[in-house]
């Protein structure tokens, strides 16, 4: 899958599905095609443990965005960011995992979680700033208030992307969804794609389309 869309895409993101079946040599062949990767384990632990994990995954040449959860604390945050702090201008960046984008209201409900998906996201992103993250992770219905407080150089990494010819009643387990378009204009730096890619009978051209919708709306005809 990865050789059929190198060219296409500008990284692969390895998650835990991936890394868990194939560890690191799926970060070593899937970045030895040249796109970069986006180390996607969202680390979730205490700051100890979170900075062993970060220091192991920043030893990757190939890795050029990593994930931590931003639910894991402050003190959490900032350990992972000063493992990065001192490996130059190329070093990973770091993310924080906001609110998933699975995750409706009535989850954040039962999970003792006040307040709706987007306040809750919009607070997390501040915190991550804050702690010297280099941005976030949130789903298309939230970048716009996120890159309105926390500025432009504040990365923001979208999930629950879906083409504008996939129908409302498609949206997997996703619940906060949107276009490539609709995500780009509202302030994204990149967008995850992944099953309306990997699912699709033709994944180059599933691809490429998506591709061609990012660059109409960046450079209108």
């Known amino acids: 899958m990865a050789r059929n869309l190198a060219g296409l895409v500008g990284m692969f993101k390895i998650n835990i599905q991936l890394f868990t079946a194939a560890g690191p040599d799926a970060v070593r062949k899937v970045g030895a095609l040249g796109s970069g990767i986006f180390l996607d384990l969202k680390y979730h632990d205490i700051p100890n443990t979170v900075v062993g994990a970060i220091s192991a995954a920043a030893e990757f040449r190939e890795v050029r965005l990593l994930d931590v959860h931003t639910t894991g604390s402050e003190s959490m945050m900032r350990a992972a960011a000063q493992v990065l702090a001192g490996k130059g201008a190329n ?12 995750l409706s209201p009535q ?13 809750r996201a919009l607070r997390l992103a501040q915190l991550a700033k804050r702690s010297g993250l280099d941005g976030v992770v949130a789903s298309p219905k939230e970048v716009r208030q996120i890159r309105r407080a926390c500025g432009r150089d504040f990365l923001i990494v979208v999930p629950g992307i879906r ?3 996939r129908s409302p009643q498609r949206k997997d387990d ?7 378009s609709q995500a780009i204009r509202a302030g994204a730096d990149y967008l995850v794609v992944g099953r309306p890619i990997t699912a699709a009978s033709d994944p180059r051209q599933a691809a490429r389309a998506i591709a061609e919708e990012i660059a109409e709306v960046i450079h209108p005809a």
């Open 91 to 102: 070093r990973a960046k770091l993310l924080g995992i906001t609110v998933l984008t699975s």
């Open 107 to 119: 989850d954040l409900r039962r999970i003792g979680l006040a307040g709706t998906p987007a306040a």
């Open 163 to 165: 083409p504008s010819e």
């Open 174 to 180: 996703q619940t906060r969804v949107g276009t490539p």
